[in-house]
């Protein structure tokens, strides 16, 4: 089904850097809890990604993702996720995490 320009335009993509790396050992899948910075006018926010198979927690420090913002919050178990971090999935499941090439403000808004 395809969407109309103005459903597509309704979807916040917004540059945020991954300030805070967890395990989260309570998900039913391998995930890691992540807070994200997306800069003065969103803040900070959290979210829940299943990306253990091609990401360590170091590598996931300081690194600029692109995220959704305005889903609705979701409960996963005791944790609280308030965006959704996005990324290819693979064959196996495994997530490649969408990202600028260039180093650029956190909050800046995808078009």
Do not use: H
Request: contains cysteine; charged residues 30%.
């Amino acid at each position: 089904m395809d969407l109309t320009w103005s459903e597509f335009e309704r979807t916040d993509m917004r540059i945020g850097t991954i300030i805070e790396v967890n395990d989260f050992p309570e998900a039913r899948k391998p995930a890691f809890q992540l807070t994200i910075d997306f800069g003065a006018e969103i803040g900070i926010r959290k979210s829940s990604a299943q990306i253990t198979k091609r990401y360590q927690k170091e590598d996931l420090l300081n690194r600029q993702i692109v995220s959704v913002v305005n889903f609705p919050k979701k409960q996963i178990g005791k944790f609280m996720s308030e965006c959704l971090v996005l990324g290819a999935v693979g064959e196996e499941g495994d997530v490649i995490l969408l990202a600028p090439d260039f180093r650029i403000e956190n909050g800046l808004r995808i078009g």
